[in-house]
């Protein structure tokens, strides 16, 4: 079965620090890695996706097949970055659970001034 | 686009009652619709895969009999908990999704759920 760890259930850093948020998953197949943020007292939403290759609002994720990993990385972080955010995995096409997430544990980043 | 609601936002309910959780896609219509838990600060929680028109799919550990999921429109799934208990009491998330989005999931605002 698939697994989505976030070891850090807090992360702290001062404005203008650089920010990892950590994600490793175990999988035997290709999956479809994600980050999501929840801001205080709104809804989950997709931040980014690994097949994109995107950077959204500075955050940047790339998949390392090799470590099973998926970290977020921030160089320089903003106080409006304060949320908590899920990393998930997305069995790939074909699979029998097409479009069922499986989310990590969550990490909570407070960005101080 | 892509927007999904939830109603109520938040029910108390007394011990032994039943409450219905509405979750509806207002500008796409849903084929598959996914119920989560999650406790404060905590991960979600896959409750079940509901796809139009056809039973739900329960998560290993979930009592479908307590949970009951209709998805009878393509705009509509409901999660009914039956015979509330306290322990119930939680923060309850639906999210939607459709092929032609290849099946990004867009999540509701959440219920919260206190049983006294």
């Known amino acids: 079965a698939q697994r989505v760890t976030q070891p850090e259930k807090l992360l702290s850093v001062f404005k203008g620090a650089p920010v990892e948020l950590k994600c490793n998953y175990s999988?035997?197949?290709?999956?479809?890695l994600f980050w999501y943020v929840q801001y205080s007292r709104q809804r989950l939403q997709l931040l980014l996706r690994?097949?994109s290759r995107e950077s959204i609002k500075g955050f940047t994720a790339d998949l390392n097949k090799g470590e099973t990993s998926f970290h977020l990385k921030k160089p320089f972080a903003q106080e409006e970055d304060s949320a908590m955010y899920y990393c998930?995995?997305?069995?790939?096409?074909?699979?029998?659970?097409?479009?069922?997430?499986?989310f990590g544990q969550g990490t909570i980043l407070t960005v101080h001034p | 686009g892509a927007v999904v609601s939830q109603h109520p936002s938040w029910v108390i309910c007394k011990s032994g009652t039943s409450v219905k959780i509405e979750c509806r896609s207002l500008?796409?219509?849903?084929?598959?619709m996914f119920w989560y838990r999650q406790f404060p600060k905590q991960s979600l929680m896959l409750m079940a895969t509901?796809?139009?028109?056809?039973?739900?799919?329960?998560e290993q550990g979930v009592e479908k009999d307590k949970f009951l999921i209709n998805h009878a429109s393509l705009t509509l799934s409901t999660l009914t908990v039956t015979s509330a208990h306290p322990e119930d009491s939680s923060f309850y998330i639906c999210?939607?999704?459709?092929?032609?989005?290849?099946?990004?999931?867009?999540f509701g605002p959440g219920t919260r759920l206190t049983v006294t």
């Open positions: 999210s939607a999704g459709t092929l032609d989005r290849a099946y990004e999931q867009y």
């Open positions: 999988y035997s197949g290709s999956p479809e």
């Open positions: 690994h097949i």
């Open positions: 998930a995995l997305r069995l790939g096409a074909g699979g029998t659970s097409y479009g069922k997430l499986t």
């Open positions: 500008d796409f219509q849903a084929t598959t």
């Open positions: 509901s796809n139009e028109g056809s039973k739900a799919t329960y």
